[in-house]
């Protein structure tokens, strides 16, 4: 098992820009793909980015393409999603989650996750 741990979230103004990082512990870093995936109240947990093991290639949904930058330092253990352009339907408590291997889209495709971090856009 991985550990993962995010950084605290904000409250940022529409247009406005946010990173956030998930620290990794317990494993090989290198030997997990990560994602980020995102929670809005009432809705199911929705994929955003992912990245792979070596940060090669990295895939996000239609509706951050563009504003959203997913990245990895291996050496330091640790992913970022860097939020651009922020709209308030971006609202939501964000998670990063690993697993072995490759990319995965699909919440149910991994089994390590941090504990969400609360980002909330104003309009």
């Known amino acids: 098992q991985v550990q993962l741990v995010e950084s605290v979230g904000g409250l940022v103004q529409a247009g406005g820009s946010l990173r956030l990082s998930c620290a990794a512990s317990?494993?090989?870093?290198?030997?997990?793909?990560m994602g980020w995936f995102r929670q809005a109240p009432g809705k199911e947990r929705e994929f955003v980015a992912a990245?792979?093991?070596?940060?090669?290639?990295?895939y996000y949904t239609d509706s951050v393409k563009g504003r959203f930058t997913i990245s990895r330092d291996n050496a330091k253990n640790t992913v970022y999603l860097q939020m651009n352009s922020l709209k308030p339907e971006d609202t939501a408590v964000y998670y990063c989650?690993?697993?072995?291997?490759?990319?995965?889209?699909?919440?149910?495709?991994?089994?390590?996750w941090g504990q969400g971090t609360q980002v909330t856009v104003s309009s």
């Open positions: 990245i792979t093991r070596s940060g090669a290639s990295t």
């Open positions: 989650a690993a697993r072995p291997y490759g990319l995965g889209v699909n919440p149910n495709e991994y089994n390590n």
């Open positions: 317990g494993r090989t870093f290198s030997n997990y793909a």
